[in-house]
Each structure stands twice: as structure tokens, then as C-alpha cells.
């Protein structure tokens, strides 16, 4: 990825912003495969999420790399903001680790082992600090021109047979009954 221009004041605004409304984002690693859908909090100016076994994949995020993460709007849920950044991984049991965890156990959902999530964070998971790094490649003043449809994905899966000619009069039937 190449290297971003310097992000405006209101740049930074906007990433800080719509970071701090949703808990969704999207990031695209150097590996250039889809994006992943993260969930994730804004600590201290960068994008903090943990993945690993029993918790959410990290495909192509390594340490020292960069992402493009995308953020959407809270009220439309359409993309409001993409942007480069740099990859963290940090150490388990640092300082910034324990600030990262303690905010991100609190926010953790359905976990089968609340108090002991932290030590297996530290075991088998990484717990990554993605810093913004250069101007949005998207936003409300950089509107991409491509349609940001992804193709989808191959599968042997078809259909056998053309639909019967009988069932669109069954489900209409089986609908007036419902009225």
C-alpha cells in the first residue's frame, strides 16, 4: 500500500468519530482478500480488536503490516469512512496490552469464560492496535468511483431443476388463505 498523504484535522475527526459510534468494522489486510467484519473499540486514537482460536478470525492482519479499515455511518449503516493504518500486535501483559484487554473484556459478548478470558487472551489470542496512517482512501469528499461490490464467491452449488410451473398459483393460493 502505498504511502497516504497527511490526514486533515477533519480527517481525524471523522475517523475518531465514526470509530466511537459503531462497533463494526471492516478490515482488509496486505493479503488483499475480502474484507472481515471485526467487532472492536476506539482506545486512545486506534482501532483495538482481538482474534484468534474462540474468538473472531484475523486473516491477513500481521504485525508491522497495514489494513484498510472501513467504518460505517451509525445511523445509515452505508461506508462512511475507510482509511490506511498500521498493524500492532501487542505484548501480552504490557501496559498498553492490559489498558486494550481491560476495555475490550468489558465489551466482549457471550464469552463462555468471563473471568478467565484474559489469561486465555494472553495464551492463544492476539490483540491488535491498528493507528491511522495517512488520509482516508474514502469518505464524504472521496467517493470512490468502482461500485465496492465484491464478486461473489465460487461454489459448486446449483439448481437441479427448473422450478415447478405450478408454484407460483400455490403460493398465491397459500397466501389469500393467510388474509
Same mark, same amino acid.
Given at each position: 500500500? &502505498? *504511502?497516504? *498523504? ?5 480527517? %481525524? ?19 488483499? =482478500? ?12 486506534? !482501532?483495538?480488536?482481538? =482474534?484468534?482460536?474462540?474468538? *473472531?478470525?484475523?486473516? =491477513? /492482519? @500481521? ?5 484498510? !479499515? @472501513? ?6 449503516? =452505508? ?18 496490552? *492490559?489498558?486494550? !484487554?481491560?476495555?475490550? #473484556?468489558? #465489551? ?11 489469561? %486465555?487472551?494472553? %495464551?492463544?489470542?492476539? !490483540?491488535?492496535? /491498528? ?9 464524504? @469528499? ?28 400455490? /403460493?398465491?393460493?397459500?397466501?389469500? &388463505?393467510?388474509?
Amino acid at each position: 500500500m &502505498a *504511502q497516504a *498523504q497527511t490526514p486533515t484535522p477533519l480527517d %481525524r475527526a471523522l475517523i475518531e468519530e465514526a470509530a466511537k459510534k459503531s462497533g463494526l468494522l471492516w478490515v482488509r489486510g496486505e493479503d488483499a =482478500g475480502p474484507a472481515v467484519g471485526l467487532w472492536y473499540l476506539w482506545i486512545d486514537g486506534a !482501532v483495538c480488536l482481538v =482474534g484468534g482460536p474462540g474468538e *473472531q478470525p484475523l486473516r =491477513g /492482519l @500481521t504485525d508491522g503490516g497495514t489494513a484498510v !479499515v @472501513t467504518l460505517r455511518s451509525k445511523d445509515k449503516g =452505508g461506508r462512511l469512512v475507510a482509511f490506511p493504518a498500521r498493524v500492532a500486535e501487542l505484548a501480552p501483559h504490557s501496559d498498553s496490552w *492490559q489498558a486494550a !484487554v481491560g476495555e475490550l #473484556k468489558g #465489551k466482549r459478548l457471550n464469552a463462555p469464560d468471563f473471568a478467565d478470558m484474559p489469561e %486465555r487472551w494472553a %495464551r492463544t489470542c492476539r !490483540v491488535l492496535r /491498528l493507528t491511522p496512517d495517512g488520509a482516508p482512501v474514502e469518505s464524504p @469528499t472521496v467517493i470512490p468511483t468502482g461500485s465496492g461490490a465484491a464478486a461473489p464467491p465460487p461454489t459448486p452449488a446449483t439448481t437441479r431443476h427448473p422450478i415447478p410451473r405450478s408454484l407460483p398459483r400455490l /403460493l398465491l393460493r397459500r397466501r389469500r &388463505a393467510e388474509d
